[in-house]
Structures are given as C-alpha cells and as structure tokens.
T-cell receptor
Framework: DVKVTQSSRYLVKRTGEKVFLECVQD?????MFWYRQDPGLGLRLIYF???????EKGDIPEGYSVSREKKERFSLILESASTNQTSMYLC???????????FGSGTRLTVV | RKEVEQDPGPFNVPEGATVAFNCTYS??????FFWYRQDCRKEPKLLMS???SGNEDGRFTAQLNRASQYISLLIRDSKLSDSATYLC??????????FGDGTTLTVKP
C-alpha cells in the first residue's frame, strides 16, 4: 500500500511565524497535492506538483508556498502564519493526476 | 452554486438498512468520479471509482447519470462500521478535482 506520511499530527504556532509542513510518499508517485479542510468549506486545493521542482497553484494559494526538491517529498510553507490559516492540512499523492488519491493522516494546525 | 453538491445529512439509519446518497455536479465536462470515505478526525480514503455503466463492490453500488449530472452511492445491509462521512469527487478533463462537502452517515444498533 502507498504510504503518505505527514511529519506532524498537531501543531500550534504563533501569528507571524514561518511554518513548514512536510509530506513524504513511498510509492514513487509523480503527483502530489496539498489541501486544507475546514467545516462547511470542504477540501480546497492549495498547491500541487506533477514532478520534481514543478509546482502549480490550486484554488487558494495565497499565503502559502511549496517546495518539491525530491520526488518523494512535498513541503507546504506558510510564509507568515495567520489565524485564518488554522485548519486541517492534508497531503495526497497519486500515480495518475487527479485519480485515486492516497492521503496522509493530516496535520491539524492551530495559529494563535 | 457549488460545483459539487451533496446533502450533508446526517443520515441516521438502523443496522441492516439500505441507504443512498446523491451528489450533483455542475460541470458537464466532468470526466471521472469517485467516492471517498472519511472517518471522524481521519483522512479521506478512496472507497470506489464510479463508472458509466455503474459498478458494485460488495454492499456498495455506485451509479453515474451523465444526463442529469449526478452520481449516487447505495449501501446495502448497513453495518455500524459504515458510520462515516462520504465525499464525492468530480474531475474535469483539465485535471481539476473538486470535492463535495460530504454526507454524514450514522448507523445505529
């Protein structure tokens, strides 16, 4: 089974901090995605990547950036954390774009 | 109007019941369709793809109606362990993937 590992299950950060969320997958998938999930808003795509060093903006990229230096690792960066970025962050990977995602277990980020 | 809409529920049913969820989508160019299951405070997990001819996996049946732009998920003989939120996902040929907000199912003894 594909395994997608997110480095932290829970994080608490202060407003203005730079925050790194790490995601690693072990099945050589080319496609990786970052979503956030909020009650009433569902899952929203932040950024995605089809290959190493490649990135594309999703629906809500403002306030975020990403890095994909190696195929297995896709990092989400909150440049200056704000309270409205308090959310559940989910990383996913797939072998075919937008087909059959495997999600990581999520990082619940609280910005205070 | 949202691109993908689901009745949020909750659906509360007794064990053994049959329950059906619908999901409507607005983009007629949508190409592929999926159902995911998400347990409380866990990540979504792929339940099944939805094929044009309909498909079945044990107690679960998925259907697609392109003319009316909806997909459905039927669960027969509900188990307590089926309690979860069910998310539909619709992909366009441009590669965009849109999630519904989910339908919550509670199966009671």
């Amino acid at each position: 089974d594909v395994k997608v590992t997110q480095s932290s299950r829970y994080l608490v950060k202060r407003t203005g901090e730079k925050v790194f969320l790490e995601c690693v997958q072990d099945m050589d998938h080319e496609n990786m995605f970052w979503y956030r999930q909020d009650p009433g808003l569902g899952l929203r795509l932040i950024y995605f990547s089809y290959d190493v060093k490649m990135k594309e903006k999703g629906d809500i990229p403002e306030g975020y950036s990403v890095s994909r230096e190696k195929k297995e690792r896709f990092s989400l960066i909150l440049e200056s954390a704000s309270t409205n970025q308090t959310s559940m962050y989910l990383c996913a990977s797939s072998s075919i774009p937008y087909y059959g995602y495997t999600f990581g277990s999520g990082t619940r980020l609280t910005v205070v | 109007r949202k691109e993908v809409e689901q009745d949020p529920g909750p659906f509360n049913v007794p064990e053994g019941a049959t329950v059906a969820f619908n999901c409507t989508y607005s983009n007629s160019a949508s190409q592929s369709f999926f159902w995911y299951r998400q347990d409380c405070r866990k990540e979504p997990k792929l339940l099944m793809s939805v094929y044009s001819s309909g498909n079945e996996d044990g107690r679960f049946t998925a259907q697609l109606n392109r003319a009316s732009q909806y997909i459905s998920l039927l669960i027969r003989d509900s188990k307590l362990s089926d309690s979860a939120t069910y998310l539909c996902v619709v992909n366009t040929n441009a590669g965009k993937s849109t999630f519904g907000d989910g339908t919550t199912l509670t199966v009671k003894p």
